[in-house]
């Protein structure tokens, strides 16, 4: 259900639809697009933050953090209240969101690790088909700016999965450290230093700057996809914009510093919404708004337990790591002006599903020869019916942890917050939550909805049956 | 500081602060204006929710609740992030409204009792002077059409104290309990029926039905609500609408059954936005759109002991009942369109504060002979200032729990769950948070920052110091 906030412009729905049955024609050996192509292939733009919570924004009601740019977004697109990463952690989410497969069949997963250090000897693998290869495949120019996490060793980068160039980090802004003699880790979480972190800078698969400068990087990405956005302004073009901010360690430029009312935190957030605008407005600016759809969302919930350093997920339970809806449930806003109409809603989609909705949008090819878990969000976005999504599966470490059918969400295994030990706890019966009424995952009425328990167990169940997993990939690590 | 949403029309501020001065030899003794005064004199409506909680609103960050009346009030006018009822529950809260005052001044508090039950003695006292007095000297033609709950004693009714008319109910819809044989209270609560609350319908001081039917009363205040503004459109008006709901037990009109995802206490919700838009849809076909200030605004934080059927306080912390933000920060919605720009804003303001700004808006006369602890918000409202209000006392049953100054708040002593045994736990050194950074009042910061701790004791003390209090009267029960 999409709750109108804006006059309807239906008329443009039908124009789309009539733009997927044109382009699906459309291949890499067209690279030179008419000018009435690029008018009906959309540009499509992903921008991702990394532990960015349900609650960070404006228009997701946070009290003091401003974001005008995204709530611009928001205002003028569609904002969605049940968008989920398909992870509660960072490597697993970005596999699923560029494979539209859960991050279990790609092998994006361990069973010791929970993501891809600067030490593992895996990657993406080759045979895994991004949204970039699809696109590109489509006609498309890919670019990723922005951090990569899915393996960092040559035959994994982004150049080697469909991405034309790249500019960003391998992995997560904590990791290559080298901190002073006796500094805790937590100590230089708090009161980081640029060098304490050797993180590379990679201009595709080039490294342009070691420690990279993090205060700048928030900068330098929005020039980059500005500088990419201007180059193939001529040609339709899919840019992967996840930001590296605002994971800890928090740095922002000089503009950014005491920006906020709400602390180191809400600079960075900010920094990352002034982001988004240069975006905007450099699609504003070359002409192609209307033609452009930008989506952003995060890749996991708040790292809650750096405390005032960390996010908030709003109303939602805990965060980053936990399979709680804190964890995985996150900001989705899409925003194509004249195409989406303004309003909210409520249905399910998942980052998973953009892999399928930029290719249906591009008229790219879906993959045959491999299960796909992401549906086509298409009916909600142009406001023609509802999700193909009424589930949601919650993995952690492999291992399902939880299940959502519809208003029901349960809970077989959960875990207290990320980053503080793991007080694992398996619940027998399962605990039950119905996601309508109790946002906050409060009150189990397992034992009151036997009926229901039994209806979302059992889906549960279907689902893992049909789930192929890859053996885990995140724990091999070593000297290579 | 106000974030910019909209284009600026800083014209119109000069016209209003001419206003002000032309208008204040306005008085009752002139009870006919000119088509020209009405053009300058500001209606006020002031509506309120009972019990609804800060993240209870599509515009604050609920996810399910659909509020597209309160989001257009929002988009279109003023959102305040930091507005605050002056009292954790009902009976105070209302006092401080309607008089500018803390409640402890006029003894509208207990040490006994937290509210005026149908029993109580006692009841707003005649001299104290409310804003519907000070309006209606000032020429403005004035109403209530909701919950009174200040006495309900003939001599403390709404029409004893400055409003031309009253429609509505006393005290709460929970009162006046006559349950089945062996009904406990929280059964009813949740399997309510009419009969088991034998709460009057009042038109001025005559009973117009017993028990009221709470399914209708939502829908009947709409009506009367816009039946006023019909009446009254050619003359200055003061409305003053405190909807019944959503406290408990919920009812609803059949055309919000199963309205909302949310359930029933969504349901409620959504019918207190169609009564709201009722109210704009009136002001905008009477054309009094741009001549009428509406605030909305919640007499205290959510029910939360009530689980599924209580509200949301948001990201903030606990509910109705406690001192902690999410018992007494509310939503605070300003909307005049032309004169108010769109947009959002953090500066501190209070339900307390409307006496004073609508007193000025309104060029009435404040009075001189007594405290007002009300500051006059017009600056933050026409952006041409910051907020007096820079301090926020949080009392309850007459006793100073907590004190913010700035960004930072000071707890003395916390109470939990309203509803639920108070574990009452006096904080010696008092619990000081940093609202700015942390907004769930999660991470203790007393030990740490000892200068500003003992800068907020030092203020609170001063607070104290120039409180007057009046003997307390919720405590006088019994026959009378």
């Known amino acids: 259900m999409t709750q109108r906030v804006r006059a309807a412009t239906l008329g443009l729905t039908v124009g789309v639809m009539h733009v997927l049955v044109s382009c699906t024609s459309s291949s890499r ?4 697009p008419t000018p009435e192509d690029v008018m009906r292939t959309p540009n499509i733009v992903i921008i991702t933050a990394d532990d960015l919570g349900y609650g960070d924004l404006g228009s997701y009601g946070h009290p003091n953090i401003r974001t005008p740019h995204l709530d611009r977004m928001a205002d003028e697109g569609q904002r969605w209240t049940s968008f989920y990463s398909q992870a509660p952690v960072c490597s697993p989410s970005r596999a699923a969101l560029l494979t539209g497969r859960v991050h279990l069949r790609s092998g994006m997963y361990g069973r010791q690790q929970g993501v891809f250090f600067p030490d593992s000897q895996a990657g993406l693998p080759a045979e895994e088909i991004t949204v970039a290869e699809a696109l590109r495949d489509a006609g498309y120019a890919t670019g990723i700016v922005g951090k990569w996490h899915l393996g960092h060793l040559p035959e994994y ?23 002073p003699n006796g500094m805790d880790n937590r100590t230089a979480y708090f009161r980081p230093e640029i060098e304490y972190y050797q993180v590379p800078l990679m201009r595709n698969e080039v490294e342009l700057e070691r420690p990279v400068n993090q205060h700048t990087v928030t900068k330098r990405y929005a020039d980059e996809a500005v500088a990419f956005i201007r180059a193939h302004r001529n040609e339709p073009f899919f840019l992967y914009l996840p930001h590296t901010m605002p994971h800890m360690p928090l740095f922002r430029s000089g503009d950014f510093e005491a920006h906020s009312s709400a602390g180191i935190y809400g600079d960075v957030i900010e920094e990352v919404d002034w982001a988004v605008g240069q975006v905007l407005d450099a699609l504003d600016r070359f002409g192609l708004s209307e033609n452009t759809l930008v989506v952003f969302t995060s890749d996991n919930g708040p790292w809650t337990s ?20 804190g964890g995985m449930r996150v900001p989705g806003v899409f925003w194509w002006p004249g195409t989406i109409e303004p309003g909210v809603t409520q249905e399910i989609g998942s980052a998973t599903d953009l892999f399928t909705t930029a290719i249906t949008l591009a008229g790219g090819t879906m993959p045959e020869d491999r299960p796909i878990d992401g549906v086509d969000l298409s009916a909600v976005l142009f406001d023609t019916g509802s999700s193909p999504r009424e589930e949601m599966a919650y993995y952690r470490m492999g291992e399902l942890f939880a299940f959502r059918k519809g208003a029901h969400k349960v809970h077989f295994v ?3 917050r990320y980053g503080l030990p793991p007080e694992r706890t398996e619940h027998d019966p399962p605990v039950m939550f119905d996601l309508r009424v109790d946002i906050g995952e409060r009150y189990n009425i397992s034992a009151t909805q036997p009926e229901i328990l039994a209806a979302v167990i059992a889906a549960a169940e279907r689902y893992q049956d049909r789930m192929t997993a890859a053996e885990p990939l995140f724990d091999l690590r070593g000297e290579r």
């Open 29 to 32: 050996s067209t690279p030179t």
């Open 157 to 179: 980068l982004p150049t080697r999965h469909g991405f034309d160039s790249w500019f960003g980090i391998p992995y997560s802004n904590d990791m290559d450290r080298q901190l």
């Open 306 to 325: 750096f405390q005032t350093h960390g996010g908030s997920a709003g109303p939602l339970r805990h965060g980053k790591g936990t399979t709680y809806e």
């Open 414 to 416: 959960t875990e207290g």
